[in-house]
Structure formats: C-alpha cells, structure tokens
C-alpha cells in the first residue's frame, strides 16, 4: 500500500509520509489471525509480519476513530465481521521477538482498540460481561471473539510489565462463558436483562427470520467451539473430559443440515464443523486437550485429504486472504497454533514423509513421518532433536531455533 516513494494513503484519506517500512493493506483480520500471521511469525518474521504489524499501528495512528483496523480494505476501514482482531496479530508477532517492532507503542493502540465503547456493543460487553442480543446482531459470537482479543492483550500486558491491565484483561478474557449455557451445552444468545434465547435450536443462525443473525457465520454448534484460549475452563464449564470429548463427538458427527437463511461461506461440513469457514478451524484439535489425541490426528488427516486438491476449485471455502492455505501448510507439517499467543502448537498429523522449512537466518526446521502413508495417520511417538518428546504440543521458541522434528507414524492410534 505504500508508492514508489513510500507514500500511502490512511484510513482518514489523507496522504502520509513514508514510514520506513512498507506500508500494507487488505487485512482480513477475523480469518487471518488464526494461522496465517503466526505462520509468517515462523517463516518471514521479520521480511513480512513486522511491516504488517507496523501498518496496523500506523493506520491506527491515522484512523478518524481511533482503534485498529477491523477488516481494512485499501486503506479504508470496511467494518466487515467482527471482534478487533489486529490485537492478537500484534501481540504473537510481539510476544515471539520479532525485531522491528515498537511493541509498547503497539499495546497503546491495543488499549484504544478494547475500550472503544461504541463499536460492536463493546459498551455492554464491559459492563454486563457479554454482548445483548437484543441490542447488538452476532452477539453471541462477539462476545467470544472479544473475549479472546483480551486475552491476547492481556498476554502482551504481562509480558510488558502493566501487571494491573493483565490482571483486569484477563479477567475480562472469560467472559465468553457468560453466552455458553451449561444446562443445554452450547453457546446461546442473551438478552439485556441476562435471560437466555428461549426456543433454542443450536442448527438456526438466526432464531428470528424478521430479525438479524444471533451468529457470525455461524451457528450454535459452531459458536459453541470459538474458544481458543482457555480450553481447559471450556472443558471444566463442560463437566470433565469425558464430557467434552462427547460433545466434540456429536459437533463431527451430527446432521450436516444448515438452515435457508445459512451464508454460502459455511461450507466444507463434517458433522457440523464447517471447514470452508474459519471460526472452528482449531476444533480439530482440541481432542488433544481432553485426553484424546489419537481423535486429533485422524480427524486432521482427514480435513487435509479431503478438503484440498490440487485443481481450480481446490479449496473447500473462501481462502479469505490465505487462512484457508496457512492452515493446510501447517497441519501438513504436523502442528497448529490453537491460541496463537500462548506460542505454542498442538500437534497433529503431518501429511509428508518430509517436509523442510526455511526459518531465516541460517535454521532450518526440518520434520520427518516414518511409516507416514494413507491409512497410517496416527502419531506412535515423537523426537525433537534426536530426544523422546512426550508433549503432544510444541513450543514456538523450540521450533524457532531449527532442528529435526520426528513422527514415529502407525495405523492404529498408539498412548501418544
């Protein structure tokens, strides 16, 4: 988005000078921020992702409202989908050591961007603890996309030393319990007064057709799964492990019915996870975290095999500024950011039998499937580096430094 003399044009639709950087545009935040941006966090930290994360503070800097880009199009703010998603693009780019980036200058954007009351019902958010349904269309989704937001930025509060901010955003982080109803187990829309949508059916996207949509290209199963960041408090609101695991059962598994008034974007069905969308694209992998790994590894075999192909039409959905793609490259190589801030990956299934990754400056990461084939997607054991590495999740910081990643893989699922 910069001209040949560095130049660029800002969200107030004024010409600003060059930056030292180079300017960038057509951020798709509410899909990207999930695989994309912490893909290139990996594999062209500094070459890409610091220029993109100093154009989102730049064009906070020059917005007429203040906030980060919500989904900015040309340079010029769309208001399209939902959350402030440039929060958790900043902090994994700031929390894995990019260089080049102004960091606390980034968190004061970060702050302007989560107390802009008057954008998307985050005025009721804070007050109330989740976004009213009767005040605010999408509510239900909102209110669990904004809850992971803060806690990207109470993750880089921390690391930044205002303890007290951490302390209030992560608090406020949990707030996406607040629209998942525990006596029927799915997300579920709320009213100002704090009663719950009452005929509820979890396939509708909307429960009144004369109203607006009560989810963001989703449903109530698929919003049920938003959650990206505090797994474990989503297992325990769900009654244990076993209770979960159930759960995810039946979102794969279920009917793939969608009702009229559904977007053509929910595409790409198992059950009810839609693939060719991208708000439950980690749900694959939160097997992993109650005890399951072995329904992680065949489950994102199979969305690898299945939902891509080498043709025109080879994407099940909409690649959405390349979410779709980020999550292909990194569940091949065997490993996904679930919660991109926490810096680190869930493991999976890797697709190859060896697959090489150029991480700049001289390392390599290279990852190795033994006995990997069709039919043979289950992990039997893994070594980093030559050692036994019994974590079914790897660090960011580890796979940074480069080195040898092994799968052991098999037909049958194995304790791993």
Request: a negative charge; charged letters at 20%; glycine letters at 10%.
């Amino acid at each position: 988005w910069s001209d040949a003399d560095g130049r660029w044009r800002g969200p107030d639709d004024q010409v600003h000078a060059g930056t030292g950087f180079t300017m960038h545009s057509t951020f798709s935040l509410w899909d990207t921020f999930r695989a994309e941006h912490p893909l290139l966090t990996l594999i062209q930290p500094e070459a890409k992702n610091a220029d993109f994360v100093n154009s989102l503070v730049a064009s906070q800097k020059s917005s007429p409202f203040g906030i980060l880009p919500v989904w900015q199009f040309a340079g010029k703010e769309t208001w399209t989908m939902i959350g402030y998603h440039a929060v958790p693009v900043i902090a994994d780019a700031c929390l894995k050591g990019i260089k080049g980036i102004d960091c606390a200058a980034a968190l004061r954007t970060m702050v302007a961007s989560a107390d802009y009351a008057p954008y998307g019902g985050l005025g009721d958010y804070m007050k109330l603890g989740y976004v009213p349904i009767d005040r605010e269309p999408e509510a239900a989704s909102k209110t669990v996309e904004y809850a992971y937001d803060d806690w990207a930025m109470a993750r880089l509060a921390m690391a930044s030393g205002a303890t007290e901010d951490a302390a209030q955003l992560k608090a406020r982080s949990r707030n996406y319990r607040n629209v998942i109803d525990p006596a029927i187990g799915f997300a579920r829309p709320r009213f100002a007064d704090g009663s719950w949508w009452r005929d509820y059916d979890p396939i509708q996207i909307g429960h009144d057709p004369k109203r607006h949509r009560d989810y963001t290209e989703a449903n109530g199963w698929q919003a049920t799964f938003l959650t990206q960041h505090d797994i474990y408090g989503l297992i325990d609101h769900f009654g244990g492990d076993a209770a979960f695991e159930k759960k995810l059962d039946a979102f794969f598994s279920a009917p793939s019915t969608l009702p009229d008034n559904a977007p053509p974007d929910i595409s790409g069905l198992v059950g009810q996870y839609a693939h060719g969308n991208e708000p439950d694209q980690h749900a694959a992998y939160l097997y992993a975290y109650c005890g399951a790994p072995a329904k992680t590894q065949a489950m994102v075999r199979r969305l690898l095999t299945e939902m891509y192909k080498a043709e025109p039409d080879g994407v099940i959905g909409n690649d959405d500024c390349g979410q779709m793609s980020a999550w292909f490259v990194l569940s091949a190589l065997g490993f996904y950011p679930v919660d991109p801030v926490s810096a680190l990956y869930v493991l999976g299934s890797p697709l190859f039998e060896k697959a090489t990754v150029e991480l700049g400056r001289g390392r390599r990461l290279t990852v190795r499937a033994t006995g990997n084939g069709p039919g043979r997607p289950y992990v039997q054991s893994v070594r980093w580096n030559g050692r036994a590495h019994e974590r079914n999740w790897i660090s960011h910081d580890q796979l940074i430094q480069g080195g040898e990643l092994l799968f052991d893989m098999g037909a049958e699922p194995s304790r791993f």
